[in-house]
């Protein structure tokens, strides 16, 4: 079975309509549609965040740990001095200072970058999302070389959205991000109000 082509609301003909996708990929204009750059999808999302924290926070973790167990050794060893004397407290003690210090502060550091992480994480996944449905609305937006206009056939977009007016080729990837909002993020479509 054929599928019909959709008219364009512009011309109300269908021989000259042809998906954005052809026109895109029609790199040289054997088609006639506009420029493909015009009609190009949404720009992709960037790498995804970094998983891993860096390896001088890793090391001063390591580090931290080597000393205070070092430290711990050598009063294991030593004893504990009389708690009346505070200056051999203060030398048995001291050296779990340094160890102390590095571990709070690259622990710290450790926490704030998984922090970060999941942060960016979430933010990723949020654009990818947007990526995903503004290509789905992309895909589903016709091209009429006659008007060289797109627009979007009724209920391609979602069954109770109607047929988009003819939207000029400039301004095709704002629409197609404004669609992608308004269909896909489930917000109502206004009605008009019967006058009269």
């Known amino acids: 079975m054929i599928e019909k082509q959709a008219a364009c609301p512009g011309c109300d003909r269908s021989d000259e309509v042809m998906t954005v996708r ?14 493909w750059q015009q009609v190009a999808p949404p720009p992709a999302p960037g790498p995804p965040p970094r998983t891993q924290p860096g390896g001088g926070v890793l090391a001063g973790l390591v580090i931290g ?3 205070a167990f070092i430290a711990l050794m050598s009063i294991a060893e030593n004893g504990l001095p ?13 050296r779990l200072v340094l160890p102390v210090v590095l571990l ?3 622990g710290a550091r450790y926490a704030v970058g998984k922090n970060r992480y999941r942060e960016q ?7 990818t999302e ?18 060289r206009s797109a627009f979007f056939a009724d209920g391609v977009l979602r069954a ?11 301004q095709f990837p704002l ?11 489930g917000t109502a479509v206004r009605q008009p109000v019967p006058t009269g």
């Open 22 to 35: 052809a026109a895109y990929e029609d790199r040289a204009g054997a088609l006639g549609g506009p420029p």
């Open 65 to 67: 740990a080597l000393l």
């Open 160 to 170: 109770d959205f109607p047929a988009s007016p003819p939207i000029a080729v400039e």
């Open 130 to 147: 947007r990526f995903r449905q503004r290509t789905a609305v992309w895909e589903a937006a016709q091209l009429c070389r006659r008007c």
């Open 121 to 127: 994480s979430a933010a990723f996944q949020a654009v």
């Open 104 to 106: 709070g502060i690259f």
């Open 82 to 94: 009389a708690f009346g004397n505070a200056y051999q407290l203060g030398h048995a003690f001291g």
């Open 175 to 185: 629409m197609v991000a404004t669609m992608a909002e308004r269909v896909l993020h």
